[in-house]
């Protein structure tokens, strides 16, 4: 059985990466502007509001759950009973 | 021994393991819904004339109607979870309603679609009737698994297949149900004005 060396492991991943590379070479460009198609005010507002809703909502989604668990381990911890009163404690004979 | 047992056993969480997924799942819905109404919003947008001319105009006191009904269906499976702590009838009897409250608001959306598909709205006739379709078809997709559910819940509340003291055992059906429910109005509020 054949030993790979350290240096051809380096070699053989720097390839994989030159191939990577020159594949870019001939990549045609991308267009990933979903507004593009229309420059009104209404849809650079309507891209922008949605962006943010879509930011905040996990956000949002975790907090009203951690909330809602928060509130439901709160409510289940069971309150401490009365503080014992001198007079219900056995009296002991000197 | 009994710190032995605590080591083991470890925190637990306040919610059954079946609520606290339908609430995970419940999150990667809600971004699902928030993703496609994103996107309404954006076509919205960039179109001048929302409706298109020459498309027919949606029926918004038809789907009122049945917006009236599932928002009442959310109410009865409310009560069905409250009923539950009182005894398996009471609790069936809710379910039931609410079962009928969504097959009647499938129903109505079911005879809705046929007349606008009639009327010359499908998803290629344009932008707007694609939007719909996908947006409103999501929804009642997602109240036909709901339904679903619902039914072999309430067959196994008939049965007694939830045993006592499991108080929560329609907790998790009753997250879902009122998410479907929920989601409904921010749709008809955003696709049919």
Redesign the interface.
């Known amino acids: 059985m054949r030993v790979t060396t350290h240096a051809e492991r380096l070699l053989r991943t720097a390839l994989f990466a030159l191939c990577g590379w020159a594949v870019t070479l001939f990549a045609r460009n991308a267009l990933a502007c ?2 593009c ?2 420059a ?1 005010e ?2 650079r ?3 922008y ?3 943010i ?2 930011m905040l ?2 956000f949002l ?2 907090a009203t ?1 951690g909330g ?2 928060y509130r ?2 709160r ?2 911890v069971p309150s401490p009973g009365p503080p014992h009163e001198p007079s219900q404690l056995p009296e002991v004979d000197a | 021994m009994e710190s032995s047992r605590a080591v083991t056993s470890g925190p637990s ?3 059954s393991n079946g609520a606290f997924a339908m ?1 995970l799942f419940i ?1 990667s819905e ?2 699902f819904f ?2 496609l ?2 996107a309404f ?2 076509l ?3 179109t001048l004339d929302w409706p298109p001319a020459g498309q027919p105009r949606l029926p918004v006191v038809a789907t009122g109607f049945s917006t009236f009904l599932l928002l009442l269906s959310g109410w009865s499976m409310f009560r069905a979870r409250l009923m539950s702590r009182q005894g398996r009838g009471h609790s069936a009897k809710w379910l039931t309603l609410t079962a009928v409250l969504g097959a009647s608001f499938l129903l109505l959306q079911g005879a809705e679609w046929t007349r606008m598909i009639q009327f010359g709205l499908t998803t290629t006739s344009s932008l707007y009737g694609g939007t719909f379709y996908v947006l409103v078809g999501a929804h009642g997709l997602h109240v036909v698994a709901a339904l679903a559910a619902l039914l072999i819940v309430r067959a196994r509340v008939v049965r007694g297949g939830y045993s006592e003291g499991r108080e929560d055992a329609l907790l998790p059906m009753t997250m879902y149900w009122l998410f479907v429910v929920a989601v409904w109005p921010v749709l008809y509020a955003l696709v049919y004005f």
């Open positions: 979903s507004v198609i229309s009104t209404e849809t507002e309507a891209y509001g949605t962006t809703l879509l909502l996990p989604i975790l759950f809602w668990l439901l381990s409510d289940s | 969480l306040p919610v609430a999150a809600a971004m928030t993703g109404i994103s919003v954006v919205r947008a960039q």
